[in-house]
């Protein structure tokens, strides 16, 4: 399976996909919007929005979601089989405000 994921740096969406990915221990290519105008044009082109995180899967591409929803389409199309791992992080949250406020005062924006 070929997974690229369109995510910030640091933010709780994107925490939660990094999540449910290492949960089932796939492997993907982590592709930083923040830091790199390339990257989030590239996001944006592919996916059609300007939301994120989202997640290519085989060329099928999952647009601004969350760690569970991605876990949800890997279950219903049975590229994964249920695990009762657990993750540390919540899948379905909200960058806090000290994550924004660093974001805000750490990154170059371009968009």
């Not at 640091?10 to 990257?39: F, H, M, T």
């Not at 049975?78 to 406020?101: G, I, M, R, W």
Request: net charge negative; hydrophobic share 35%.
């Amino acid at each position: 399976m070929k997974i690229q994921a369109y995510l910030k740096p640091q933010c709780g969406w994107s925490n939660g996909v990094r999540a449910i990915l290492a949960k089932y221990g796939l492997e993907y290519e982590d592709r930083d919007i923040i830091n790199d105008p390339e990257i989030y044009a590239e996001m944006v082109n592919k996916s059609g929005q300007t939301l994120s995180p989202c997640v290519e899967i085989d060329g099928i591409m999952l647009a601004d979601v969350s760690g569970e929803e991605v876990e949800s389409y890997l279950l219903s199309n049975q590229l994964v089989t249920p695990s009762e791992n657990k993750t540390d992080v919540p899948l379905d949250a909200p960058c806090t405000d000290e994550e924004h406020e660093k974001m805000r005062s750490d990154t170059i924006r371009f968009f």
